[in-house]
């Protein structure tokens, strides 16, 4: 089965040797649930939701069984319109569902700083279109380094020293609490 990882930097792996990023630590895990995967790294450093859409087609090849889909974080740090950053989402899982593939869309909360309409709208999307399309939905990339009680000594160890990117533990922690959702993928494109 293979999985395709949609998404930007945090996909892709920005900063990291190869076997220290997302894709291949999440397909380890996979693996060591019982999972026979690929995952494909469809990351691309930089990328907003509008590249992932101009992407969605070379990206949804016939072998493709399965979707996740983790973008919007340039698009806010670009202060994109929240609808235009929805209208492009909606794009991607409009691609996957006329594909008949299971999506696993990747949420994100606005910081405040935009305003609280910016955020309300920002926010609201990734749950909102995972109902409309039936996908599946987990609330952050990053949720399991916003659990550690220490956030400024979870940063210093877990995180590369720009403070944006996970190192390799970082990644680890990620995988570990993003995993069962994908597990849950997995089983959803195998049962169709």
């Not at 235009?84 to 405040?112: C, F």
Request: charged residues 20%; aromatic residues 6%.
């Amino acid at each position: 089965m293979t999985v395709a990882a949609l998404g930007d930097s945090l996909t892709q792996g920005y900063g990291l040797a190869v076997e220290d990023g997302f894709v291949p630590q999440l397909e380890a895990w996979l693996e060591g649930q019982g999972a026979d995967v690929d995952v494909t790294n469809a990351g691309v450093s930089g990328d907003t939701t509008a590249g992932g859409l101009s992407r969605i087609d070379w990206t949804l090849t016939p072998d493709v069984d399965a979707l996740i889909v983790a973008l919007g974080g340039n698009d806010l740090l670009r202060g994109i319109d929240p609808a235009a950053s929805r209208a492009n989402l909606d794009g991607i899982l409009s691609h996957a569902d006329a594909a008949k593939v299971p999506v696993l869309l990747v949420g994100m909360q606005a910081p405040g700083n935009y305003g609280p309409d910016y955020k309300a709208s920002f926010d609201a999307m990734y749950p909102e279109l995972a109902t409309q399309y039936g996908a599946l939905h987990a609330e952050s990339f990053l949720a399991g380094l916003e659990a550690l009680e220490n956030r400024s000594a979870a940063v210093a160890a877990y995180m590369q020293p720009d403070g944006i990117h996970p190192n390799a533990d970082g990644v680890a922690l990620i995988v570990e609490a993003l995993g069962p959702v994908v597990l849950e993928l997995v089983e959803r494109a195998g049962a169709r």
